[in-house]
């Protein structure tokens, strides 16, 4: 039995990094791994566990099949390795960090998979951007703007499963959890 891609997207800063460290455990029991992106970021920036690459290694490693999924958004590449694909063939789950302008592309290729869109109100994610001081104020109303935006239009016609990480992130991971358990075959009720 194939498993089954649970394709996380969000915002930045709606939570998602925290949301997946804190959900790692739980998330191996219901067998289900989270795998690691490689991002054209250094890796001495502050946020996700990815493998950072130079851009022309991204390129280079595009260009030799290394990736299932990758993409381009807000001036950085991001590749999902192909070993998912081994992981999924072995009857695994996947948990990726994906990106919601590239949710059709993945969609096209794994149309099984699991949309999970992490929101959060405006409030809260201009608190967490200004926090974090990755971002210019101009760089933050535009985030905040391209998240409405998205929120507006349907990208596919695929339900997209939500999850509001706007208070305790205990509440949030509960319902990743459920959501894996309820779409991967894991239901224990």
């Known amino acids: 039995m194939d498993g089954r891609l649970i394709y996380l997207m969000g915002p930045s800063g709606s939570g998602k990094d925290s949301l997946i460290e804190a959900a790692r455990g739980p998330l191996r029991a219901l067998n289900c791994e989270v795998m690691r992106r490689v991002i054209t970021r250094s890796a001495e920036s502050v946020g996700e566990d990815a493998?950072?690459?130079t851009p022309q290694e991204f390129e280079q490693r595009e260009r030799a099949g290394e990736f299932s999924l990758a993409w381009r958004a807000n001036g950085l590449a991001?590749?999902?390795p192909v070993e998912m694909d081994d992981w999924l063939k072995a009857g695994?789950?996947?948990l990726v960090n994906g990106s919601r302008?590239?949710?059709r592309q993945a969609l096209e290729s794994y149309p099984s998979?699991?949309?999970v869109l992490l929101t959060v109100r405006d409030d809260?994610?201009?608190e967490r951007l200004l926090r974090r001081g990755r971002e210019t104020l101009a760089q933050i109303?535009?985030?905040?703007?391209r998240n409405t935006l998205f929120k507006e239009r349907r990208s596919t016609d695929k339900p997209v499963h939500l999850i509001d990480n706007s208070g305790d992130l205990a509440d949030a991971v509960g319902h990743l959890l459920e959501?894996?358990?309820l779409n991967a075959g894991q239901d224990q009720t």
Do not use: E, K, S, W
Request: hydrophobic share 60%; proline share 4%.
């Open 113 to 115: 998979l699991v949309p």
């Open 124 to 126: 809260v994610l201009r």
């Open 179 to 181: 959501l894996v358990r």
């Open 78 to 80: 991001y590749g999902i």
């Open 101 to 103: 302008a590239n949710l």
């Open 141 to 145: 109303d535009a985030r905040l703007a």
């Open 51 to 53: 493998i950072g690459v």
């Open 92 to 94: 695994r789950h996947v």
